[in-house]
Antibody, heavy 128, light 105 residues
Framework: EVQLVESGGDLVQAGGSLRLSCEAS????????MHWVRQAPGMGLVWVSH????????SYADSVKGRFTISRDNARNTLYLQMNSLRAEDTAVYYC?????????????????????WGQGTTVTVSS | YELTQPPSASVSPGQTASITCSGD??????VCWYQQKPGQSPVLVIY???KRPSGIPERFSGSNSGNTATLTISGTQAMDEADYYC?????????FGGGTKLTVL
């Protein structure tokens, strides 16, 4: 069964740190780009970060740049999100999701195929 | 880059629901749509503007042109009541729309 399982969410004080993990199973992990997406209580989805399949390229939302670091261990089939200098506004359910991305050299175009598998989410609460 | 969706939409069972997503030159980008029901993780229902993942019913379709992408649900069922989010890539980052709550009444 294709599955993503997040862990590491907790209650932490503002200014503190937390590391989230996302363990993948049932598919070839190193073939996929991975994302972290968060959702504050009662609010919409907000993209946090992405990492490409071999971990050589990452990007971040402006709201977390310089504080959060995404990484992956393809040998362990695991995605991570190191979260430092946490703020109350970081309080949310954090989801990991995979995306199949294809590069066409002939067309010089990247084809994004959407986040087709999501984990169940892990809850981060930052107290001020 | 911003994607704008109406906060809410309503449709009668069996009718067609349309949810829009607006952004500058959005037609030049690929758009995905996600369905999220209360207490559940999002589900991809449309990718690359109009393609359906396996297992997604044919009543879900998508289009994208100019500054607007549209998710259309034909023959809407009660089970389609959910929040719907559009999403696109822009300059190596990802953007979600604010979401549209679809009510089937």
């Amino acid at each position: 069964e294709v599955q993503l399982v997040e862990s590491g969410g907790d209650l932490v004080q503002a200014g503190g740190s937390l590391r989230l993990s996302c363990e993948a199973s049932g598919f070839t992990f190193n073939n996929y780009w991975m994302h972290w997406v968060r959702q504050a209580p009662g609010m919409g989805l907000v993209w946090v970060s992405h990492i490409n399949s071999d971990g050589t390229s990452t990007s971040y939302a402006d709201s977390v740049k310089g504080r959060f670091t995404i990484s992956r261990d393809n040998a362990r089939n695991t995605l991570y999100l190191q979260m430092n200098s946490l703020r109350a506004e970081d309080t949310a359910v954090y989801y990991c999701a995979r995306e199949d991305v294809d590069w066409s050299a002939a067309m010089m175009t990247t084809f994004y195929n959407g986040m087709d598998v999501w984990g169940q989410g892990t809850t981060v609460t930052v107290s001020s | 880059y911003e994607l704008t969706q109406p906060p809410s939409a309503s449709v009668s069972p069996g009718q067609t629901a349309s949810i829009t997503c607006s952004g500058d030159k959005l037609g030049d980008k690929y758009v995905c749509w996600y369905q999220q029901k209360p207490g559940q993780s999002p589900v991809l229902v449309i990718y690359q503007d109009r393609k359906r993942p396996s297992g997604i019913p044919e009543r879900f379709s998508g289009s994208n042109s100019g500054n607007t992408a549209t998710l259309t649900i034909s023959g809407t069922q009660a089970m389609d009541e959910a929040d719907y989010y559009c999403q696109a890539w822009d300059s190596s980052t990802v953007v979600f729309g604010g979401g549209t709550k679809l009510t089937v009444l």
